[in-house]
Structures are given as C-alpha cells and as structure tokens.
C-alpha cells in the first residue's frame, strides 16, 4: 500500500530557528513530491521536486528530494510566526494511465515570538 | 482571477441523511479533486474528475459519490451519513496532469 509519512508530527520554535521537515514515502510509480502549507483551510502550493539531488528554493524555504533513499525535506530559515501553520508533503503517484496524490497527515509548526 | 470556490463552508448533518457539496473550479480549470481531511486520517483523495469524467478514485465506500457539469463544477454526494463522515472536504482544481493544485476553502461537515 502506497504510503507517505511525515516528521515530527509536530514542532515549536522560537523566532529566527531553522527547522527541517521530514516526509518519507513508500509508493509505485513515483512522479512527483509537492509541499503545502496550510494555516486555516485551504493548503496553498509550496514546490513540487520531480528530480533527486536539485534544490527548489523559495525565500527563506528550500526543499529538495532524495529518490534513491526515498525522502524530501523542508527547510525553512530564520523562522517568523507567520511561518506558523501544519506543512503537508504529498506524492503524485500514476496508476492506471491516470495519476493521484497521497497525503503524509503534516507536521504542524508552531513559532513562537 | 477568482480561487476555487466551495459551498455551504459549514453544514450540520444527523446520521442516515445526505448531502451534497459543490466545488467550482477557476476559470479554465479541468481537473477537480476532492479530499476528506480529518485529524487523525490527514488528508486523504476520494477522487477526480476530468472533463465531465471521473478518471480516478480513492478507498472510500460507494456512499461517497461526485460528478462533474460541462462548466467544470463539480459536485460530491455523500449518502446514508455516518458520525465518522465529519471531516473537512476540500476540492482541488488544476489544468490538468502534472498542474500545481489550487485548493478551495472546503466545506466543514458535522454529522451529529
């Protein structure tokens, strides 16, 4: 069974920390990785990583994904408390001609002042 | 350009009834996705739709159905409602494969 799991479930910082997220993941026919941050409701698009080894960098977020050991991480540097939010890692895998994202359950960032 | 709009944002609902949620995607938009989000499960793909079909379908029982209309909005029917059905229910839309997904606000469904 396909399966996407993120780390730590959840964390708290202070102002100007980095921290990293984990997400690992177990699935067939891999096509992409994309990372979300959701703070109220809807998750809104961090990066998408098709390709080991080359970093996406956003800000002060950068994230990069590993396909020979099967994980990406999340960076995000001197933190801020609008950083605050659950950060949600999901695999594009392709089934049957079509494709489908499975969901790691987040890991939620709480920064503090 | 207009996000994703979802409707009612909020329903209560008793066991045993249904309801039927509605997503309308941007502008130009093809692809619809629903989600359940829950605390415990994350957010988990019930299914998608493309051009009025749906192409692919997540582990969610038969009372879990959706369609799509020639304008791209989507709809979600969910049937004989469970206490477990509570969730929050997000629908996704993008061009199409390999498109970065805009999500909606969701509707947050109590079953009571």
């Known amino acids: 069974e396909d399966k996407v799991v993120q780390s730590p479930l959840s964390l708290v910082v202070h102002e100007g920390d980095t921290v990293t997220l984990n997400c690992s993941y177990e699935?067939?026919?891999?096509?992409?990785l994309l990372w979300y941050k959701q703070e109220k409701k809807a998750p809104t698009f961090l990066f998408m990583l098709?390709?080991?080894?080359i970093e996406k960098k956003s800000g002060r977020l950068s994230s990069i994904l590993d396909k020979k050991e099967l994980f990406s991480i999340l960076n995000i540097t001197a933190t801020q408390t609008g950083d605050s939010a659950v950060y949600l890692c999901a695999v594009e895998v392709s089934t049957s001609g079509t494709y489908k994202y499975i969901f790691g359950t987040g890991t939620r960032l709480k920064v503090l002042a | 350009k207009a996000g994703v709009t979802q409707t009612p944002r909020y329903l209560i609902k008793t066991r045993g009834q249904q309801v039927t949620l509605s997503c309308s995607p941007i502008?130009?938009?093809?692809?619809v996705s629903w989600y359940q989000q829950t605390p415990g499960q994350g957010l988990q793909f019930l299914f998608e739709?493309?051009?009025?079909?749906?192409?692919n379908k997540g582990n969610f029982p038969g009372r879990f159905s959706g369609r799509q209309f020639s304008n791209s909005r989507s709809e979600m029917n969910v049937s004989t409602l469970e206490l477990g059905d509570s969730a929050l229910y997000l629908c996704?839309?993008?061009?199409?494969?390999?498109?970065?997904?805009?999500f909606g606000p969701g509707t947050r469904l109590t079953v009571l």
């Open positions: 699935v067939t026919n891999f096509r992409s």
């Open positions: 502008s130009g938009h093809r692809s």
């Open positions: 996704a839309s993008s061009l199409g494969q390999r498109s970065e997904q805009f």
């Open positions: 098709t390709s080991s080894g």
């Open positions: 739709y493309f051009s009025e079909t749906q192409r």
